[in-house]
């Protein structure tokens, strides 16, 4: 299963905002520690998801109860943003095939 993350900032339109990458989401749960970037975001959202065991996923995955004062220490504490509006985008891939995009909009201010 991969994954490929964009984070994009709204300038006239949403444009690539630092990050776009595509990873093996299987290893990267086996080692977290691989890429810093990733674990970043992984640990943002893992106590609120069931995306937080090893695989195969061969489940539906949810996100729930997220608080947004979480997110806002994550994003301007831990690694300062700078204000604007976010759109981070998440695509779901196996075998080359697009299973699932997942569009998280944000304002931070």
Known sequence: MEINMVLSKRLNG????LYNMT??????????????????FY???????????????????VLEKLPVDFINH?????????????????????SGSLLAVIKLYGLLS
């Open 74 to 94: 994550r994003f301007t504490q831990i690694l300062p943003f700078p204000e604007g509006q976010y759109l981070l985008e998440v695509r779901w891939l196996r």
């Open 23 to 40: 990873f093996n989401a299987c290893k990267f749960i086996a080692n977290p520690k691989s890429s810093p970037v990733v674990k970043f």
């Open 43 to 61: 640990e943002s959202f893992m106590s609120y998801s069931s995306v937080n065991h090893s695989c195969p996923y061969n489940h539906d995955l």
């Open 14 to 17: 949403y444009k690539p905002f």
